[in-house]
Nanobody, 115 residues
Framework: VQLVESGGGLVQPGGSLRLSCTASGFTFRSYAMSWYRQDPGKERELVAVIWSGGASTDYADSVKGRFIISRDDAKNTVYLQMNSLKLEDTAVYYC?????????WGQGTQVTVAS
């Protein structure tokens, strides 16, 4: 089982990034997929979740209206489109898969918002 995140980097405030998380080794379409983030010294927090089928999503209040989570089951990939980025969005972003009896995490990708 693997979850591989990509797309992180350095961006200026107000900019955009799109994160990707590509999965292998399990039945991706049966899993709810989510993005979490963690800043050093803080707890890991849920950013966004998309349930199996992709019809239902939910977001942390801090990112509502700015971030969009989506999935492509044909590509075993979940995305996080991040717009209007703020300094406080700086963190390591992790992909998480939750399914029947299993939970998997990716290794994380760094997002740094700085001017």
């Amino acid at each position: 089982v693997q979850l591989v995140e990509s797309g992180g980097g350095l961006v200026q405030p107000g900019g955009s990034l799109r994160l990707s998380c590509t999965a292998s080794g399990f039945t991706f379409r049966s899993y709810a997929m989510s993005w979490y983030r963690q800043d050093p010294g803080k707890e890991r927090e849920l950013v966004a979740v998309i349930w199996s089928g992709g019809a239902s999503t939910d977001y942390a209040d801090s990112v509502k209206g700015r971030f969009i989570i989506s999935r492509d089951d044909a590509k075993n990939t979940v995305y996080l489109q991040m717009n209007s980025l703020k300094l406080e969005d700086t963190a390591v972003y992790y992909c998480k898969a939750v399914g029947p009896g299993y939970v998997f995490w990716g290794q994380g990708t760094q997002v740094t918002v700085a001017s």
